[in-house]
């Protein structure tokens, strides 16, 4: 069965300042990888995905992940972070399969300090 | 505008009661999902349905159970089983072919509390 490891609960940024948030996942193949985010008492919306092809994919809002199969990791960055960016961030990884769901991590609370 | 519309926002149950959480799509997607949400532990499967009539239990689907009788509803029944049920209630819906790894669209959620 696939997981999803966020190891960060919490972290803080500086406006304008540049983030990274930490995803690793446990799949047997290549999974599909996925990165939302959610502001509070809203559902998700989905910032970017990976499945095969170039490992460093541009999503909305001006955020990146790469994919690096040798140490199992999807990491969200953006190099310049904005008040609005506050909010939670979920990485998921689905199976590969017709009938595939999404398995969450725990999430990560992103708070941007002026 | 196609979309997920959860209703209520908020709801509020008795503790013995059932409780049915509605959950409806006009993106006429065939397959819909039901995810609970309580804070620091994401989000977790109860129940999905790739086809009308047809559904499959979660990770967590004890005290919980569901229908299928149209493409676009898919209503969530919490029972009084359900020992811990306040949470935060989140449906998403995705066209059937690779599930949820095509795009998943959520619904605003529907925070439920046991008073």
């Known amino acids: 069965a696939q997981s999803v490891t966020q190891p960060d609960i919490h972290i803080t940024v500086s406006e304008g300042a540049s983030l990274e948030l930490r995803c690793n996942y446990s799949?047997?193949?290549?999974?599909?990888l996925f990165w939302y985010v959610q502001s509070p008492g809203q559902g998700l919306q989905l910032l970017l995905k990976?499945?095969?092809?170039?490992?460093l994919v541009q999503g909305i809002k001006g955020f990146e992940a790469e994919f690096k199969r040798s140490q199992s990791s999807f990491n969200l960055r953006k190099p310049s972070v904005h008040w609005s960016d506050a909010a939670e961030y979920f990485c998921?990884?689905?199976?590969?399969?017709?009938?595939?769901?999404?398995?969450f991590g725990k999430g990560t609370m992103l708070l941007v300090s002026p | 505008d196609g979309g997920i519309t959860q209703s209520p926002k908020y709801l509020f149950r008795k503790e013995g009661q059932n409780v049915t959480l509605s959950c409806e799509q006009n993106?006429?997607?065939?397959?819909m999902y039901w995810y609970r949400q309580d804070p620091g532990q994401g989000l977790r499967l109860i129940y999905y349905?790739?086809?009308?009539?047809?559904?499959q239990k979660g990770d967590i689907a004890e005290g919980y159970s569901v229908s299928r009788e149209k493409k676009e509803s898919f209503p969530l029944t919490v029972t009084s089983a359900q020992k811990n049920p306040t949470a935060f209630y989140l449906c998403?819906?995705?066209?059937?072919?690779?599930?949820?790894?095509?795009?998943?669209?959520f619904g605003q959620g529907t925070r439920l509390t046991v008073v």
């Open positions: 993106l006429n997607h065939d397959a």
């Open positions: 799949y047997g193949a290549t999974p599909y």
């Open positions: 998403a819906s995705s066209i059937l072919g690779g599930g949820m790894n095509t795009e998943a669209f």
């Open positions: 990976y499945f095969s092809g170039d490992t």
């Open positions: 998921a990884v689905g199976a590969v399969g017709r009938y595939s769901t999404l398995t």
């Open positions: 349905s790739q086809i009308v009539n047809d559904f």
